[in-house]
DNA sequence: AACTGGCACTCGTATGCGCCGAGTGCCAAA
DNA sequence: TTTGGCACTCGGCGCATACGAGTGCCAGTT
C-alpha cells in the first residue's frame, strides 16, 4: 500500500502535469507543493511511484508523466469532482433554456459543453429504448403509399413511408390511426410490440395485408432507431492535444467518424453515475491516448441517453467531471419541461 | 498573353506539386512531361510565370509552387473535369440506392464523398426554400397543447410545440387539419404565406387565438428552418493537410463547426454550374489556405440544395470536380425517385 | 528571335559536435 | 526515515560545415 504522502506526491504529479504539459521532476514539485520534504525524499517516494507503474519517465533523466494507471487512482481516490461556480450554473441554465426544439436542445448541449471543457464533446439523441410513444400519425400520400410518423415523448419525430400491398381508403386509415393511438400512446416502445400483435384481426380482409405491413414497419422503425444518432462538436479543440499533432489527432478524428464506435462506448457508461475511461482502458485502439468522460441524462428519474467528452488522457478531471455533470443535469431538466 | 508553351508549364507545375506536394524545378519539370524543350527554357518560362504572380517561390533557390492565380487559371483554362469511370459510377449508385431515408441518403452522400476525394465533405439538407408542402398535421397532446407536424415533398419533416392561448377541441382541430392540407398541400413553400392568410375567418371566435397561433408557428417554421442544416464528414482527411498541422488544420475545424459559415459559402456557389473558390478567394479568413468545390444538387431540374468538399488548395482540381459533379447527380437521381 | 548549355551563386536542409542543465540514482550521514 | 552531496545520463540547442537542388544570367548556336 501507498503512503499518505506518496499519494499526495502522486497528486501534485498529475495536477502539474495536467498544467504544464511537462514531464515533473522533483525539485519543481517541493517548490509549487509545499510537501513539506526535500527533493530527494520526493525523488526516492517517485522511484516507488514508478515501482508501482503509477508514473513513468519518457526518456531516462527525465521527469515523470503519469501512466494511464497513474490517472487512475488520481480520479478514483485523489480527486473530487470540482462543482461549477453558481455564475457558471446560470448561464448554462441560460444557454439552454433558449433551445427552440430537440435537435436545438442536443446542439446547444454539445456547444456548451465543448465549451466549458475545451475538449470533443459527444452528445447522444435521447433514445427511443426507454421512452415512450406519444402519438402515432398515419397520412395518405396517394391511394396506396402512406407515411408513418412516430412521435416519442421526448419530443423525437420518426417518418417511414410505407407502399402498401392494396389501396387503403380514408376511413380505414383513420379507424387504424385511432386503434392503433389508443393502443400505444403512452406506453413504452418495449411494450408495443405485444399491445398491437392482434390489432390486423378488426379489418376487413382486403384491408389487413396493409395493415399488418404498417404494424411491421412501426416495429421495425422502433427497432431500427435504436441505432441512435449522435452530435459531436468542439473538434478544433483536438489542435491542444500534443506536439505530436499528425499521429495522435488522426485516429481520434476518425474514431469520431465511427458512430457505432462511440455509441458503443457510451453504453458502457455505468447507469447511475460518471463513468470515465483512461487511455487504454478505452476498447478502440485509435481512443487509446484519450479519456472519455460520460454520465447518463435524462428527464426524471431514468436516463434516457448518454453525453460526455473526449480528451486527452492529460486533462483536468475534476474540472471536466463537474462540467459534464452539471450539463447533463439541466439538460434533463430541460427535456423535463419541454 | 502567355505563350501555349508557358501554360503548359503551368499546367505541369500544377500536376506535378499536386502530385508530390514538393516545389517544382525545372529540370525535374523536363523530365516528367515531354515539352520538348530543355531546362533552360522552362527557367526561362518560370520566371515570366512568376513574374505575372501565376507561381511563387517559397525560398529564393526553391522550386516554384503554383498560386491561388496560377490554380485558378489551371482550372479555369487547362485542366477539364474528369469524369468517373464506368465502375466508380455503379459503386455511387449502389452505396447511395442502399438509403432509407432522407437522413439516410445525407449520411451516405458525405461518407461517400469524402472516401472519393479523399477530402472534408460538405452536404446541405434539400432546402425548403424551393420545395412544395406534401403535408401539414395537427396532432392534440393535450386540451391546449398541439404539435404541428410538417412534411416536404423531399421526405423532410419538421416539428413545432404549440402552446395554444385556449383549449380546442379536436372537431375544430380536425377542421383545421382538413382547411390547411386543402389549401398548402402540393404548394410551394414560398406561396403559403398568402394562401392561408385570411383561414382563421372561417373559425369560431374562441377558437382564433389558437388557430393564429398556429398559422404563425407555420410561417415561423418555414421561414426559420431555411437557417439550414448541414453534414459534415471526412474530417480526418484534414490530417494530409500539410506538415505544418496546428496552425493550418485549427482555423479550418472552426470554420467546419460554424455552419452559419459554411452555409453561407455553398450559399455562394453558383446555379447551374460548379463553382470552384480558390483559397483567399474564400471570404472566410480560417479557410484561406483551401480550396471549395460545391455545386447545386436536387430532384429534377432545380438545385434544392448544394454539396461539396473542402481540401487544400493544392488539390487535384480534375479529380475532385469529377466526383463533385457526379455525386451530386446520383443523389438527384435518388431524390426524385422516392 | 528563340533556344540551349554552362557556370557562378543562393540558400535550405542535413549532419556532426560540444555544451548545458534538468533530472536522476545512489550513498553516506543525520 | 530523511537529507545533502555527487557523479552520471541524456535530450535539446547552438553552431559550423558540407551538400545539392535550383536559380539567373550570359554567350553561343540554330
Redesign the pocket.
Known amino acids: 500500500m501507498l503512503s499518505e ?1 506518496r499519494l499526495q506526491v502522486l497528486r501534485a504529479i498529475v495536477q502539474d502535469y495536467v498544467g504544464t504539459e511537462e ?6 514539485l517541493t517548490e509549487r507543493h509545499n510537501l513539506g ?5 520526493v ?2 517516494d ?2 516507488a511511484l ?1 515501482d508501482e507503474g503509477y508514473i513513468a ?1 519518457p ?6 508523466i503519469p501512466t494511464d494507471k497513474g490517472y487512475r487512482l488520481f480520479v478514483d481516490k485523489l480527486a473530487g469532482v470540482k462543482p461549477m461556480t453558481a455564475p457558471e450554473r446560470r448561464a448554462i441554465q441560460n444557454f439552454l433554456d433558449g433551445a427552440v426544439d430537440l435537435d436545438d436542445v442536443v446542439a446547444r448541449t454539445v456547444r456548451l459543453l465543448a465549451q466549458l471543457t475545451r475538449q470533443v464533446a459527444v452528445v447522444q439523441y435521447p433514445s427511443l429504448t426507454r421512452s415512450t410513444v406519444r402519438h402515432v400519425e398515419l397520412l395518405s400520400l396517394a391511394p396506396a403509399r402512406v407515411m408513418l410518423v412516430l412521435i416519442t415523448d421526448t419530443g423525437r419525430v420518426e417518418q417511414r413511408m410505407i407502399d402498401c400491398p392494396a389501396p387503403f381508403g380514408e376511413t380505414s386509415l383513420a379507424d387504424l390511426r385511432a386503434r392503433l393511438n389508443s393502443r400505444v400512446a403512452g406506453r413504452r416502445f418495449t411494450d408495443v410490440p405485444q399491445l398491437v400483435e392482434d390489432l390486423a384481426d378488426g379489418f376487413d380482409p382486403e384491408d389487413r395485408g396493409t395493415v399488418s405491413t404498417v404494424l411491421s414497419t412501426l416495429l421495425e422503425t422502433l427497432v431500427e432507431e435504436n441505432e441512435e444518432r449522435l452530435m459531436i462538436g468542439g473538434t478544433a479543440n483536438l489542435t491542444r492535444f500534443g506536439h505530436d499533432f499528425p499521429l495522435t489527432i488522426r485516429p481520434v478524428l476518425e474514431a469520431l467518424e465511427e458512430q457505432v464506435v462511440l455509441l458503443k462506448l457510451l453504453g458502457e457508461t455505468q447507469d447511475p453515475g460518471m463513468t470515465v475511461r483512461i487511455g487504454h482502458e478505452n476498447a478502440h485502439e485509435g481512443l487509446n491516448s484519450t479519456s472519455i468522460v460520460s454520465v447518463g441524462y435524462g428527464s426524471g428519474g431514468e436516463a434516457v441517453a448518454k453525453l460526455g467528452v473526449v480528451g486527452p488522457t492529460r486533462m483536468d478531471y475534476p474540472g471536466t467531471m463537474g462540467a459534464v455533470r452539471a450539463v447533463a443535469r439541466y439538460v434533463g431538466q430541460i427535456l423535463a419541461e419541454s
Chains 1, 2 share one sequence.
Do not use: F, I
Open positions: 504522502r514531464p515533473v521532476g522533483s525539485k519543481a520534504v526535500s527533493p530527494a525524499t525523488r526516492n517517485m522511484a514508478e519517465q526518456h531516462t533523466s527525465a521527469g515523470r
